[in-house]
Antibody, heavy 123, light 111 residues
Framework: QITLKESGPTMVKPTQTLTLTCTFS??????????VGWIRQPPGKTLEWLAL???????WYSPSLKSRLTITKDTSKNEVVLTMTNTDPLDTATYYC???????????????WGQGTLVTVSS | DLVMTQSPRSLSVSPGEPASISCRSS???????????LDWYLQKPGQSPQLLIY???NRASGVPDRFSGSGRGTDFTLKISRVEAEDVGVYYC????????FGQGTQLEIK
């Protein structure tokens, strides 16, 4: 059974760095074809993909946020960490991590999601 | 920038009636391998999103067969053959060919 859970601060001040951890079980990030991604959702708004890290250490980032994001993995701890620098109140959102894999062809979808963690950016 | 446009933004359907949601991409989602990189997700009230459909027309594991996806290129449709109360929530399309972009969402409610 695949499970993921996000953890991190509930509030950060503008310009601070936000660090979120995704702790997962039921799969390994050393398995070919597996990834873990981060997606966020501002209150009342749609979803926004942020980053994705793969079993082979490849990293994908949202072009609009790439300069502020870093995604890393610790396979021994079954953790994926997302770091976002220079936060702004517009970064207030529920942040989800999700298991990513593919079927039939190399389209990576998100088939298991964590419960999400709400982060507020405010002074 | 690639834009995903869903319509309608909301719909109200009686139980047992069909429902249809449209998703249009500003760029083609047809990959060189012949597949359309378009997925559908449902976010039930108070829950995380869940995968319904991948590659435009393939149901994810455990998804009831009343859900179906179709389309190619820039125009896609999610259909629910007979809406049930548990189908309430916000439906999102997501393109996966040019990184990832979600549509604005379509709120489904039961009459």
């Amino acid at each position: 059974q695949i499970t993921l859970k996000e953890s991190g601060p509930t509030m950060v001040k503008p310009t601070q760095t936000l660090t979120l951890t995704c702790t997962f079980s039921g799969f390994s990030l050393t398995t070919t074809g597996v990834g873990v991604g981060w997606i966020r959702q501002p209150p009342g708004k749609t979803l926004e993909w942020l980053a994705l890290i793969f079993w082979d250490n490849d990293e994908w980032y949202s072009p609009s946020l790439k300069s502020r994001l870093t995604i890393t993995k610790d396979t021994s701890k079954n953790e994926v960490v997302l770091t976002m620098t220079n936060t702004d109140p517009l970064d207030t959102a529920t942040y989800y991590c999700a298991h990513s894999t593919w079927a039939i062809t190399s389209e990576y979808f998100f088939d298991h999601w964590g419960q999400g963690t709400l982060v507020t950016v405010s002074s | 920038d690639l834009v995903m446009t869903q319509s309608p933004r909301s719909l109200s359907v009686s139980p047992g009636e069909p429902a249809s949601i449209s998703c249009r991409s500003s760029q083609s989602l047809l990959s060189s391998n012949g597949y359309n990189y378009l997925d559908w997700y449902l976010q039930k009230p108070g829950q995380s999103p869940q995968l319904l459909i991948y590659l435009a027309s393939n149901r994810a594991s455990g998804v009831p067969d009343r859900f179906s996806g179709s389309g190619r290129g820039t125009d896609f449709t999610l259909k629910i053959s007979r809406v049930e109360a548990e189908d309430v929530g916000v439906y999102y399309c997501m393109q996966a060919l040019h990184m990832y972009t979600f549509g604005q969402g379509t709120q489904l409610e039961i009459k």
